[in-house]
């Protein structure tokens, strides 16, 4: 997993709150994603403006929606 979090969103404080709200909603998320695919992915995280202003739940919600899309697409075009 990789994390990108910019001058944009503010300060060292909110930069750093920014990547341990990231890191809590995947770390939350990663044994589903164990159990889910035998596959291994490579995740970049961009933080936004409001990321370090989010619940890590909130960001699991999302970061679970937006992944599951992705794979099933991605084995939509593997199958055919």
């Known amino acids: ?3 990108v979090t910019s ?3 503010g300060g060292a404080v909110k930069r750093t709150r920014a990547r341990r709200v990231l890191k809590e909603a995947f770390r939350r998320l990663e044994p589903e994603l164990r159990l ?3 596959k291994r ?3 970049i995280f961009v933080a936004r403006g409001r990321t370090p ?3 890590s739940n909130k960001l ?3 970061m679970k929606k937006l992944i599951s899309e992705q794979i099933g697409r991605e084995n939509d ?3 055919g």
Do not use: C, H, V
Request: net charge positive.
């Open 41 to 43: 992915y490579d995740f």
């Open 53 to 55: 202003f989010m619940k």
């Open 7 to 9: 001058k944009k969103i």
């Open 77 to 79: 075009k593997e199958k």
């Open 1 to 3: 997993m990789g994390l």
């Open 60 to 62: 699991y919600e999302i």
């Open 36 to 38: 889910k695919w035998d």
